[in-house]
């Protein structure tokens, strides 16, 4: 995959963004509009107005890193939400990148074990 470690948060910029920002102006929306610090290790994710664009900064060791993914003809389910940034967990990352929504109604459920003596 296009990622070497698992981060340790994930962030979604809602709303949308201008898709000419590279890394130096993504990485001052970080630390300005959203509040994080870029070089922590999360990946803050950014998606532009049509829903066709993500991009994913994230620091690793010595240097920012950017990936983007376009889609030809759908759009990501980008979440609508009044919040200026929203927390994700790893797993939900990839079910953007897929094209499903953050809601999975029909996803499994986490499952506790009791001890039946």
Avoid at 15 to 31: E, F, H, P, Q, W
Avoid at 36 to 55: E, M, Q, T, V, W
């Amino acid at each position: 995959m296009f990622f070497r470690s698992r981060p340790s948060h994930v962030y979604l910029a809602t709303g949308y963004t201008d898709m000419r920002k590279s890394i130096n102006g993504l990485s001052i929306l970080v630390a300005d509009s959203l509040e994080h610090d870029p070089l922590s290790g999360a990946y803050f994710c950014f998606c532009n107005k049509a829903r066709s664009i993500i991009k994913i900064l994230y620091f690793e060791r010595n240097g920012f890193c950017i990936w983007m993914k376009r889609l030809e003809r759908d759009k990501f389910r980008w979440p609508e939400t009044e919040e200026e940034v929203i927390g994700i967990q790893h797993h939900e990352l990839f079910w953007l990148l897929d094209g499903l929504s953050l809601e999975q109604s029909e996803a499994h459920g986490n499952l506790s074990y009791e001890t039946v003596i």
